[in-house]
């Protein structure tokens, strides 16, 4: 089992974080959810604009740009894409 | 909120041409294709307008079928029924039948990209609870099926109700004439009849709706009791009267208990959603093809940021020399057309007004038509290609440290051929605050209607000599531009920092995958752009190209001395118009920055668009309308105060090419904000801030130089 504070903000290129809790507090996480980050979503981490910030994200057939602050609102559990 | 009374018409009354008989709405989520699909549906027969009030645009397409037509509406892009934007809040007026000047959709047409049915899924089945007809047409269908996805369509159609799903390719129209078959009838076709994603929201909704009495629909209450009395729900709670917002707030705490609603219906829906994903779709996919590597290679830092640099050297360079050629040719067709208004119509004040002030102000709007169809063409064909919304990834982090998002990128670099499509280009900020930021930074870049003015100048008063390597004249060029996106960033920081203080709004954009655009489709909004700009922009600049015109030629000089050549006595009766005298009477404000008349009424002249400047200067200094600008800058050179010290020094001539670099003087980026923007604070805040920046500086660069 993965360490419990593992975010979408902590994935590596290439690794899959599947979504295992969400802070839904803030109205800007609640659109997000909106758009499909929900707790089970597997999540790939594509790539990251120069200085590691913001991340490029792929779910589910879509393509999302978030930075890292926002993307650290996503606890998961992550495993490498060939697992 | 006026309800529309109904009204009985004969039947031999009513309009059987042109008059739709149905109207459909079209939903989706931004990047589903509904563009493209609606433009293949629908061709040139569309109308774009605004909404009422607002700056969103109104696209109204007509369909012909085989023996009727029904109106499509092509609405923002949303996804969900949830208003989080001012796109996403006229999509839901429309849908609800709250638009004024919109008639309620009878029909749904609801767009769904069929490689992103996950997203493209939670948005029909909460079309679905609108009870209204609807068919989904899944696009982009190939290239689901080139990235091996199986859809069964049956299946999926069973599960939301036994509502038509059509897979279409909206680009090569494989696929659009069974779509066609289907909404020609759609209106008569029964709503859905699908059990809700979400039974108890739904009963709940129903419960209210029904004791109420009133005709209010479901989905409306369901709206209320997930996103609150919000703008657009408040009428509801009204109308459910006097103890419903008690009775609402129980049912929310039951349904919600501490969640937060909105994330609580996004758990339960997307729930729905794999749960359909499961029973229609061959295995979910992570997303790979070709286009994936290209897009991944593209990602990385370095090679997209360089390519970035690319792209945009490549659209300025376009946008600058591509036009040329173009712009040439209006110049020389409106001197043309003035040269054939003058022996047609002799020298009255007549063929003065066609020739000075009509054609002449309206060519002054139609010479920038060139860059704005280019610049627009690049644009349209990046956005469609998912590449704009990656550019504002890439340069999100640069951005950030002057206070603006990545999305700002576009519209600043837009700006340096001219502030008006890059204004127009701001549409794509989400943020209000930093949508007006950006819009006040614009004005500030480098436009092409300041490049002759700093050209003339620099020619005539700036020494030719190598620094280095370089050329001075290229240096101090280069100087401006630089001292014109310094005074823009810093004027977006203050902006930021002062008037338009706020949270720092977070970057969430949905990252498209690269696809090959269709033209067709790109022309189609091109076209539509450039009507747009001509409609609006020109009015408003012909209006006061004519002012300037009769300013510049009232009252007629009486008494001129016959000996004067023609120049001279252009001069002479310029000094006497309204706009000289206008010059000698602002000339003490100006004297501070070392300006004398002559260059004040030019500056004055200049205010509706600044790059009449050279031709007044040309006048006043009776060199003729042709006026070459060696013979020009000789003038001026030698262009003296009453005691016969120059009027022209280095410091003066630097004070006037900061006054030019700040001054908003362009009546079409002032009418574009305030449509932009709408509302005449902002307009006048630029032009009153600008203005003042650009004295200011001006003053203190001749005082202390």
Redesign the interface.
């Known amino acids: 089992m993965a360490a419990f504070d593992n975010t979408l903000a902590t994935l590596k290129q290439g690794q899959?974080g599947t979504i295992q809790s969400?802070d839904?507090?803030d109205?800007?996480?609640?659109?997000?959810?909106?758009?499909?980050l929900?707790?089970?979503?597997?999540v790939?981490l594509?790539?990251?604009?120069?200085?590691g910030?913001?991340m490029?994200f792929?779910?589910?057939?879509?393509?999302?740009?978030?930075?890292k602050?926002?993307a650290s609102r996503f606890k998961v559990t992550q495993r490498d894409?060939g697992d | 909120m006026t309800k529309a009374t109904e009204t009985y018409i004969p039947l031999d009354e009513i309009p059987r041409r042109r008059q739709p008989d149905a109207s459909i709405a079209v939903v989706g989520s931004p990047n589903s294709g509904k563009s493209t699909l609606f433009n293949r549906l629908t061709g040139l027969r569309q109308r774009i307008g605004n909404y009422p009030g607002v700056t969103v645009e109104r696209h109204v397409g007509l369909l012909r079928l085989d023996n009727h037509s029904v109106e499509l509406i092509d609405l923002p892009g949303t996804h969900g029924l949830s208003a989080h934007s001012l796109e996403e809040q006229i999509s839901l007026d429309v849908l609800f039948g709250r638009m004024p000047g919109t008639q309620p959709p009878d029909a749904i047409l609801a767009v769904v990209d069929a490689t992103n049915l996950y997203q493209g899924l939670y948005l029909v089945q909460q079309l679905i609870e609108l009870e209204l007809p609807v068919v989904v047409a899944l696009t982009m269908f190939d290239a689901a099926r080139a990235e091996g996805l199986q859809i069964d369509i049956g299946k999926l159609s069973a599960r939301i109700g036994g509502a038509p799903v059509c897979p279409v390719v909206a680009t090569t129209g494989e696929g659009v004439a069974a779509l066609r078959d289907v909404l020609s009838d759609l209106v008569q076709r029964p709503a859905p009849d699908a059990a809700p994603a979400w039974p108890e929201l739904a009963e709940a909704a129903a419960e209210i709706a029904k004791s109420a009495g009133l005709p209010i629909r479901r989905v409306e209450v369901e709206r209320l009791l997930v996103d609150g009395a919000t703008e657009t729900n408040a009428p509801i709670l009204e109308a459910l009267g006097s103890d419903a917002a008690t009775r609402v707030e129980t049912v929310r705490q039951a349904l919600f208990g501490s969640d937060p609603p909105l994330a609580h219906e996004a758990r339960v829906r997307y729930a729905w959603v794999r749960d359909v994903l499961a029973d229609v779709q061959e295995k979910v996919p992570v997303f790979f093809s070709w286009r994936t590597q290209v897009v991944q290679f593209l990602n990385r830092p370095i090679p997209g940021t360089l390519g970035l640099f690319v792209v945009m050297a490549i659209v300025f360079q376009a946008v600058f020399a591509w036009a040329t050629p173009m712009m040439d040719f209006i110049d020389e067709s409106t001197v043309a057309l003035s040269g054939l208004v003058a022996t047609h119509l002799g020298d009255g004040w007549f063929a003065s007004l066609i020739a000075d002030g009509v054609i002449a102000g309206v060519g002054s709007v139609i010479i920038f038509l060139p860059q704005i169809l280019i610049l627009f063409l690049f644009i349209i064909f990046l956005e469609d290609t998912g590449y704009l919304a990656r550019a504002a990834y890439l340069l999100d982090r640069l951005m950030r440290s002057v206070g603006l998002s990545g999305q700002s990128i576009i519209p600043m670099i837009s700006s340096f051929a001219c502030a008006v499509p890059g204004i127009m280009a701001t549409r794509v900020i989400p943020n209000r605050r930093d949508r007006i930021a950006t819009i006040l930074a614009a004005p500030f870049m480098t436009c092409s209607a300041r490049l002759p003015v700093y050209a003339l100048l620099i020619a005539a008063f700036v020494p030719a000599r190598q620094v280095g390597f370089l050329n001075l004249h290229g240096l101090v060029l280069f100087g401006l531009y630089l001292f014109g996106i310094t005074a823009g960033i810093l004027t977006a920081l203050l902006i930021r920092k002062t008037a338009l203080r706020g949270p720092k709004p977070p970057f969430a954009l949905m990252l498209p995958e690269f696809r090959r655009p269709n033209m067709r489709t790109v022309l189609i909004q091109l076209l539509g752009r450039a009507k747009v700009f001509l409609r609006r922009a020109g009015t408003v600049i012909f209006t006061v190209a004519v002012i300037i015109w009769a300013l510049a030629y009232f009252p007629r000089a009486t008494d001129l001395d016959p000996a004067l050549t023609e120049n001279e006595a252009a001069a002479a009766q310029l000094e006497q118009s309204w706009l000289g005298r206008a010059g000698h009477v602002v000339e003490p404000v100006f004297r501070p920055l070392g300006w004398d008349w002559r260059v004040s009424s030019a500056v004055i002249a200049g205010f509706p668009a600044r790059e009449v400047v050279i031709a007044v200067l040309g006048t006043v200094y009776a060199v003729g309308d042709e006026a070459d600008e060696a013979t020009l800058s000789q003038r001026l050179k030698t262009s003296t105060w009453p005691d016969g010290t120059p009027v022209f020094t280095l410091p003066m001539v630097i004070g006037l090419m900061i006054f030019y670099a700040c001054c908003l003087q362009c009546a079409a980026t002032l009418a574009v904000i305030r449509r932009e923007t709408n509302s005449w604070r902002w307009p006048v805040f630029a032009w009153c801030y600008m203005t003042t920046i650009g004295y200011v500086g001006a003053l203190l660069a001749f005082q202390l130089l």
């Not at chain 1, 929900?38 to 597997?42: A, K, Q």
């Open positions: 899959i969400v839904a507090a109205p800007q996480v609640q659109r997000l959810m909106v758009l499909g929900v707790e089970g979503t597997d790939e594509a790539s990251a604009a120069l200085g910030d913001p490029e792929r779910f589910c057939g879509s393509g999302i740009s978030l930075r602050e926002q894409r």
